[in-house]
């Protein structure tokens, strides 16, 4: 660190970040020297391009009329519209004359109207045992290592990874495991019922432990979340603990505060619990 901070020294720096509107995305926007370049939706006729690029082939007017309306211009909602539309056969390549081509009424397709719908729409169409273990994952967040995965989804995981990988739902990369849209994962925990979620949260904290003694150490962080959203305190006020001076040590002040306030809150928790009979 002493050598690249000499190295930078009297340097210039951009940085560039992705935000969705929100409270944070307005303090962002207070502060000096920031310039907020938002990203508008596309119009019907970035739509019809969006298409084309997408397949290679031109899409005719009614179809980028029903997918413009039906997304409002996002380009991911676009994309899982099309890829809906062409596994229910009413979307159809003609390579005869390099041209999409549609088949019946799009009006009649029951297709949700907004993109988590579209996500759990196509999760629900899969066996029981990807359907779940997708469920699973969508706990442990993004770029998971990749020996927790294993070690949460238990015996079979490589075959059932490799699965997942080849419906275009996750990858890998330098041995860490991802959703192939964030959205997704996201779609998934949300649709998931407080006892489950918390159920979930639990296990990944004990496939955390399961992992040798100085990853368990790395991982101090999500141990912490994870029991912490299980509601199992006894666990998570340690690594609490832990997090929170790792993050003071590393001048992390905000992540440091916001650990020692989860901390205060589940003392406050234990506190008013009446005492357990024997």
């Known amino acids: 660190s002493d050598v690249c901070s000499s190295d ?17 995305l307005e303090s962002l926007q207070a502060l000096p020297r920031v310039r907020v370049l938002p990203i508008h939706p596309l119009r019907t006729e970035g739509v019809g391009e969006f298409l084309r690029l997408r397949t290679g082939m031109a899409p005719p007017e009614d179809l980028v009329n029903f997918v413009f309306e039906k997304s409002h211009g996002n380009p991911l909602f ?12 009413r979307v159809f390549r003609d390579a ?32 029981g045992t ?21 070690s949460m989804l238990g015996k079979g995981s490589s075959g059932l990874l490799s699965k997942l990988s080849s419906l275009g739902f996750v990858f890998r990369d330098a041995g860490t495991l991802s959703f192939t849209q964030p959205l997704l994962g ?21 496939a955390f432990e399961r ?25 998570a006020v340690p690594y609490l603990k832990r997090s929170a001076a790792h993050a003071k040590k590393q001048l992390a ?18 506190h008013a619990d009446p005492p357990q009979k024997a």
Do not use: W
């Not at 676009?78 to 229910?88: I, M, P, S, T």
């Not at 990807?130 to 294993?150: H, M, N």
């Not at 996201?186 to 004990?206: I, N, Q, V, W």
């Not at 002040?253 to 234990?270: G, P």
């Open 96 to 127: 005869e004359v390099e041209r999409l081509a549609v088949k019946g009424s799009l009006e009649e397709s029951a297709l949700p109207d907004n993109l988590h719908g579209m996500f759990l729409s196509r999760v629900d169409a899969l066996d």
């Open 186 to 206: 996201e779609a998934l925990y949300e649709s998931l019922p407080f006892s489950e979620k918390r159920k979930l949260h639990h296990k990944a904290g004990e």
């Open 211 to 235: 992992l040798s003694a100085d990853a368990s150490k790395r991982f101090e962080i999500l141990l912490a979340h994870h029991f912490y959203e299980a509601r199992d305190y006894k666990k």
């Open 130 to 150: 990807v359907r779940r273990a997708l469920k699973t994952l969508s706990v442990l967040g993004s770029r998971v290592p990749l020996d927790a995965v294993q």
């Open 78 to 89: 676009a994309a899982e519209l099309l890829d809906a539309l062409e596994r229910e056969g």
């Open 253 to 270: 002040f905000f992540q440091a505060l916001e650990t020692y306030q989860k901390i205060l809150r589940v003392l406050e928790t234990l």
């Open 8 to 24: 930078l020294k009297g340097s210039s720096f951009r940085f560039f970040v992705a935000c969705r509107p929100s409270k944070t």
